[in-house]
């Protein structure tokens, strides 16, 4: 392997420690984020060969792993919080179509429609948007995500999962997309007066990014010391004109 080729496959590590850094920095940004779900970068490993017949060996960015994990189910107080228990997602009526979300941080809008903390109607097992009106009582949730409201009529907050979860795709806010297939969600159960907590472990992404950072470092070691040598090259070569 020549220097050259060494310092292109240190750079190649080098970006991809990079990429895993910014990860890492996000889920440690999002510790304390309703319900977020951290990410974990997925390399693969991609072969060229060389001129001397073996195959050189760099990182591919591949693309990013999410943890679903629950995250702790904390007490609020407040009676338009709910948290999930299991694997449903909340399903939102945004501008750009329906969304998926944990985030059971819920508020009433002017029409007195259950939303989104965005202020998205959150959808009912009847695919319209839950209306409800305080001036008839208190707001009481069931775990099967039935909402009774004094003498109005129960409505029953959608929960939705699917076969594969690694095709949801993040777009912020809490928010998540798919072109997959809805399966309705029947084994969850939704606690009111709870919201799920992020499930990033702060101590273990810290240790990662510390980790990280020295590999990092050691590739940039690497890159310099290659560069210096490519120098001390050239500036040996005879010198014509």
Same mark, same amino acid.
């Given at each position: ?15 991809a420690l990079g990429r895993q850094l910014e990860v890492i920095a996000n889920n440690i940004a999002n510790a304390n984020t309703t ?30 792993? %999410? ?48 939303? %989104? ?47 594969? %979860? ?5 777009i912020g806010s809490g928010y998540f997309r798919t072109d997959s297939e809805e399966i309705l969600d029947e084994g969850s159960q ?34 310099? %010391? ?16």
């Open positions: 392997m020549t220097t050259q080729t060494t310092g292109y496959v240190a750079l190649s590590h080098q970006m319900a977020f779900k951290s990410n974990k970068p997925l390399f693969e490993q991609f072969l060229v060969s060389s001129s001397s017949k073996r195959e050189i060996s760099y990182v591919h960015d591949f693309g990013d792993l %999410t943890s679903f994990q629950e995250g702790a189910i904390t007490h609020t107080g407040s009676p338009m919080d709910v948290a999930i228990k299991g694997e449903g997602f909340f399903v939102a009526d945004t501008p750009i179509g329906r969304l998926y979300t944990r985030n059971g941080h819920f508020q009433l809008d002017s029409e007195g429609r259950l939303v %989104t903390a965005s202020g998205d109607p959150i959808l009912g097992s009847n695919d319209q948007p839950i209306v409800i009106d305080l001036a008839l009582g208190a707001i009481n949730i069931n775990q099967d995500g039935t909402i009774s409201v004094g003498d109005q009529p129960p409505e029953k907050i959608q929960m939705v999962t699917f076969a594969n %979860t690694q095709e949801l795709e993040r939704t606690v009111q007066y709870m919201l799920e907590s992020s499930n990033v472990e702060p101590i273990i992404e810290l240790t990662a990014m510390i980790a990280t950072s020295r590999s990092y470092q050691a590739a940039q070691r690497i890159i310099d %010391t290659e560069h210096k040598l490519q120098r001390k090259v050239a500036d040996s070569l005879p010198k014509f004109g």
